[in-house]
């Protein structure tokens, strides 16, 4: 039997198993299929405190799984089906190698890519369609590419292809950006970056082998259509929480996020924690994802003491 389970290796996941490792709690850590969460896909992370020359989102990811395992973290990489809670409290989390007990259980699952829901998206994904300019931009050497958004993200992967593409199109449905201003004036500042403004994707295109060749523009405000040649676009519109397979133990907002009791990490289901961007619609950074993934430790200690 498990006291803590932490199901997610983010930013969150691994603050709270620093916290419970050093208070003796031997946390369990389960990975799903993207181990360190979106930093890993990240470059250069710049407002992370204690880092004034920045610091690169997949080696504070490294750092962190190193911190949180040298004071006993243990970390596993399975897949979580479901999660119920037993009559006696203990929760039994069933993943794709079987089934796990325990005591209290963080959530710390993050969020995946959102994407805009074109019929042939799935089969373009890995041929001219992705959401990780750092896994798939060195692929797009002197060849155009577009990124689909107009936030902090958006404008980041804007930037970082600018070192591989030939040009960058960054295609926004409004004409003013959502990102900080810090972040909006430099990818407005950048030579091989374009603007489409007031425009949305409504089709990709593809050559006979079903690579990307091309997307179709719309134009939101003179309703023109217009084709814009591109090899490869990275979609960066934002999110969706990882919350599904929580079933009746979790309450969601409207958008999925995991409904927290107000003022702390507790779900309605007593001994079980939500911590990051699975319940944090509002700040989303690595930053607060950190401290909400502290928070959830101190509140599952002070749970498993009183039980
Ligand atoms: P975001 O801030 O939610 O921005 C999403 C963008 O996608 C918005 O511009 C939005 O347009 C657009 N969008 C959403 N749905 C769309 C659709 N169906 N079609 C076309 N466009 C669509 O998401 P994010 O950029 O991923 O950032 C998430 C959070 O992480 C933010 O809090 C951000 O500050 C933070 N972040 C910080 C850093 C950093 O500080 N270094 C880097 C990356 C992210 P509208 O503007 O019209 O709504």
Known sequence: MEQVVIIGTGC??????????????????????????????????????????GVMGPDLMMNMQKQAEKFGARIEYQQVENISRREDGIFEIKTNLGLIESQTVIIATGAAPRHLGLPNEKELIGHGLTSCATCDGAFYR???????????????????????????????????LRASKIMADRVLATEKVTPVWDSHVVEYITDEEGEMTSVKLENLKTNELSNLDVKCVFVAIGHVPNSQFLGDLVDLDDNGYIKQIPGTTSTKTSGLFAAGDVADHVYRQAITAAGQGCAAAIEAERFLADA
């Open 12 to 53: 969150a996941g691994y603050t709270s198993a620093i916290y419970t490792a050093r208070a003796n709690l031997s946390p369990l850590m389960l990975s799903g299929s993207q181990p360190g969460g979106q930093l890993t896909t990240t470059t250069e992370v710049e407002n992370f405190p204690g880092f004034p020359e």
């Open 142 to 176: 002197d060849v155009p590419v577009a990124v689909i958004g107009g936030g902090d993200s958006a404008c980041e992967e804007a930037v970082f292809l600018t070192r591989f593409a030939s040009k960058v199109f960054l295609i926004h449905r409004r004409d003013e």
